[in-house]
């Protein structure tokens, strides 16, 4: 039996190419329960992301496995897929693809998880339409498997890569679950939006927008499901913040030393979190200095992202040997004499078809 | 035999603190789990030296300076198993370890250590009571001072922008500041009732009454201070240091009393 592979991502494919071949969710069961009976394909996994179109099967004879696979999609899609833009790897190949997809090690961001979500439910939906057996049901739970232990023995996963994820981070090292903080955006900058969005996402309790344009401050904090605020008044709702984002378009500084540390004294030892978007920089580096307040401006934000970044490039030759093992693993059993038909759902002798 | 475990029990701690650096720096996730397990044998080895000692010196084992360290070493793990997993203070443990390890070196390093153990009448419950319950508390000090130290090291971390991997495996900073606080609070009513029990034994636990209030007196300012929010998590985690330095004194001072009696 081989485990065959043909699909496209984004390294290989833009967005129009891409968008030309996606199979809908809802469609990926009959996608895949289909492809697993049509002739010299025994079972199939299709799995449709914003970044990848990918058939997996297994076949006996993977050269007419691989042309069947490929005449489905044209079959389905209207294209014919072709190289270089699709890619066709068997075996050990095919294998190495499916187990570096799932652990992150493939996706446009190296190490983000939600991929690894995307093939299970993928893999699900193959798994009720009956359309995977004994080797793929054994390689996607292998795959998982090696998932897991990549991001847990590894660091491929760890730490932010953005600004938005970055402060989130710090946020979280600072006051630990963020749903009792409120987060004020002074400014209404995109990076600030995304920003608090991603703050937001993570349980921030409130979003306050306070902007010199009132008008501005208001649409945006309806975006945010969020309170405007007139830009002369935020220094009376300073108390209630805890992070505090800086992201207005003035020349010189808005939240000064000066300002700043009367106002700490009424916060309980609160501890605050400043978050400084803006160029020029809408906070007096000096704020740092004051117990209890943490500064980071996008520069030391960009810092943290890339350094994250640099972090996990250089957990990939520990993510490769990690798979590596798998792989040589995974293979030996597929080709060992016991591999066969039998114990696993859908499976259906050769002559069923 | 009872040698052999305390012996056993301090080699686990410093395996326990090795393991946690070597995590570290390998950047290894969850190293708890190891710690828990490196702590958990050194607990249960260090319960077995105080058992054992407890049965030849006839009466809980505080008769000297090296038994009260020891002592004191058990209450600090003992207690890190009850807020460690409250407060999910992931390093809590590899903090514990080495303080743990050098208070039990001090303890076999100090003159006499190595003696037998001689069997000695029993003070009573009150007296025994109280001295138990102090050193348990003095463990609840030691934890607030191993949390004070974990908040300086992040806030360090925080203001100078070095998120380094050490950083990443310490629990945010506010958690390390309610946890300082709280193991005081432990620690403070915990001594409290020592200080209760030893007023029920009387004459023969006057000196250790005295060098308790003298503990007593700063950890309770420092509990109405932080209160009344009169001083910063910084300060409180400064003076958690500070204070347990001069609670660990108080042993040195109490075996004074003792040698001199």
């Known amino acids: 039996m081989e485990v065959l592979y043909l699909g496209l991502s984004h390294k290989t494919a833009p967005v129009e190419t891409r968008e030309r071949f996606a199979v809908p969710d809802a469609h990926l069961g009959e996608f895949s329960s289909l492809l697993a009976q049509a002739p010299g ?61 799932v652990s992150g090690l493939e996706s446009m961001v190296i190490g983000e998880t939600e991929i690894l979500g995307q093939v299970k439910k993928a893999y699900q939906s193959a798994q009720t339409a009956g359309a995977t057996s004994r080797t793929l049901n054994k390689l996607f739970q ?54 608090a969005k ?117 957990e990939l030759v520990r993510c490769e040997e990690m798979i590596e093992r798998h792989v040589a693993d995974f293979s030996k059993w597929l080709t060992t004499p016991h591999h066969g038909f039998g114990g696993a759902s859908g499976m259906q002798p050769e002559g069923a078809k | 035999m009872e040698r052999a475990f305390l012996v056993t029990s301090t080699l686990c701690f410093l395996a326990g603190f090795a393991y946690a650096m070597y995590a570290l720096g390998a950047k290894v996730r969850q190293p708890s789990r190891w710690n828990f397990v490196v702590m958990l044998t050194g607990f249960i080895l260090q319960s077995g030296f105080l058992h054992l000692r407890s049965g030849e010196v006839g009466r809980c084992p505080l008769t000297s300076l090296f038994e009260r360290l020891v002592f004191l070493s058990w209450s600090v793990v003992l207690l890190y198993f009850v807020v460690g997993s409250t407060y999910r203070l992931s390093l809590l443990g590899m903090f514990t370890a080495p303080l743990v390890f050098l208070i039990q070196v001090i303890a076999q390093l100090l003159p006499g250590a190595s003696l037998p153990a001689v069997r000695k009448a029993s003070l009573g419950f009150w007296p025994e009571l109280h001295n138990a319950i102090s050193l348990v508390a003095y463990g609840a000090f030691a934890l607030s001072c191993v949390a004070g130290v ?108 003792h040698m001199s009696n």
């Open chain 1, 41 to 101: 394909v025994r079972e199939a996994v299709v799995i449709s992301t914003c970044n990848r179109v990918e058939y997996y099967a297994a076949a006996e004879d993977g050269a007419e496995g691989l042309r069947t696979v490929s005449n489905f999609i044209a079959e389905k899609t209207g294209h014919a897929p072709q190289a270089p833009t699709f890619l066709e790897l068997k075996s050990a190949e095919g294998i190495r693809h499916l187990f570096r997809v």
């Open chain 1, 142 to 195: 292998r795959a998982f498997n090696v998932a897991k232990e990549v991001r847990t023995k590894t660091s491929i996963t760890r730490g932010a890569v953005s600004v938005g994820s970055a402060a989130v981070e710090l946020a979280e090292k600072i006051f630990g679950k963020l749903d009792a903080c409120n987060v004020m955006v002074l400014g209404a900058g995109e990076t600030a939006e995304m920003t």
């Open chain 1, 198 to 314: 991603a703050l937001q996402s993570r349980g921030a309790k409130a979003i306050f927008v306070s902007n010199r344009t009132y008008e501005r401050a208001v649409s945006l904090a309806e975006m945010l499901g969020g309170r405007a605020i007139h830009f002369d008044q935020w220094e009376r709702e300073f108390d209630a913040m805890d992070i505090l984002i800086g992201s207005t378009g003035a020349p010189h500084a808005v939240v000064t030393n000066a300002k700043i540390s009367p106002l700490m004294t009424r916060r309980q030892d609160r501890p605050l979190f400043c978050i400084d978007l803006a160029v020029p920089r809408d906070f007096e580096a000096s704020v740092n200095d004051i117990e209890g307040v943490y500064l980071y401006d996008i520069d030391a934000l960009q810092g943290i992202a890339e350094q994250s970044m640099q972090v996990r490039r250089q």
């Open chain 2, 150 to 257: 974990m908040y300086l090291v992040q806030e360090r971390h925080l203001k100078r922008h070095t998120l380094n991997s050490f950083f990443q495996n310490l629990p945010p900073i506010a958690n390390l500041a309610v946890a300082v606080q709280r193991m005081m609070l432990a620690g403070f009513a915990l001594l409290t009732a020592g200080i209760v029990a030893g007023f029920f034994a009387g004459h023969a636990a006057a000196a250790t009454i005295a060098l308790a209030v003298c503990v007593w007196l700063p950890y309770g300012v420092l509990l109405i201070l932080r209160s009344t929010h009169r001083i910063s998590s910084r300060r409180i985690a400064w003076l958690a240091v500070a204070a347990f330095t001069l609670a660990l004194s108080t042993l040195g001072a109490l075996n004074a009393v």
